[in-house]
């Protein structure tokens, strides 16, 4: 009996070992060209942009006040217009 729950740990243990190995092999993809292959589905849940806007071309990064700035315009444009009361809407 303990034979047999020394040898299931142990068989854990091995493969927890082997997995995180095996997963750090992979390479990122890449286009013809080298640059990372971004192609996929883009979740349009988040405020980050798929494109960066071109009057944010010279930041590199944001303070925490321009940060929240954005945040609010980028929420506020998301959100405006959409009361379709009385109106026809596409759908599908």
Known sequence: MTYRILTIVLA????AVV???D???QSTPRTSW??????????FRSLTPM???TDLATNETFTEEQAAEFSEQEIGRRSR???TSGRVVPYN
């Open 34 to 43: 080298g640059t990372p292959d971004l192609q996929g589905v883009w979740d």
């Open 81 to 83: 217009d959409t009361d």
């Open 51 to 53: 494109e960066r806007p």
């Open 12 to 15: 854990a243990v091995v493969v």
């Open 23 to 25: 997963a750090s092999a």
């Open 19 to 21: 997995m995180p190995a």
